[in-house]
Nanobody, 126 residues
Framework: QAQLVESGGGSVQAGGSLRLSCSAS????????MGWFRQAPGKEREGVAF???????SYADSVKGRFTISKDNAKNTLYLQMNSLKPEDTAMYYC????????????????????WGQGTQVTVSS
């Protein structure tokens, strides 16, 4: 059984920071790649940031320089540190784990066929 459980979402003003966490268990914890997607109302789900087993990271252009993805392998926990948040970052954020490289998932999010968390809401007000 695979399980991904997110936490850390909330409401913040523009320019603020949040840190999302995702605890992985079962098959999800042994996936090649873990990362975050997000989906805003009326928009398609998009990749945000991914980290592969070798530690390489991939980021969407819209979050480069503001978001940092990291993973604590001992705790099987994934993090997304989000700084300088903007109203356009408002979305439901989903933790994800897959056997596909992160850079591929950023370019082809619809090919994702792994495990999802339940999502955590991030709301950024102006």
């Amino acid at each position: 059984q695979a399980q991904l459980v997110e936490s850390g979402g909330g409401s913040v003003q523009a320019g603020g920071s949040l840190r999302l966490s995702c605890s992985a268990s079962g098959d999800a914890s042994s996936s090649y790649c873990m990362g975050w997607f997000r989906q805003a109302p009326g928009k398609e789900r998009e990749g945000v940031a991914f980290i592969d087993r070798d530690g390489s990271t991939s980021y969407a252009d819209s979050v480069k320089g503001r978001f940092t993805i990291s993973k604590d392998n001992a705790k099987n926990t994934l993090y997304l540190q989000m700084n300088s948040l903007k109203p356009e970052d408002t979305a439901m954020y989903y933790c994800a784990a897959d056997h596909t490289a992160g850079w591929w998932l950023l370019l082809h999010p619809k090919t994702f066929n792994g495990y999802w968390g339940q999502g955590t809401q991030v709301t950024v007000s102006s």
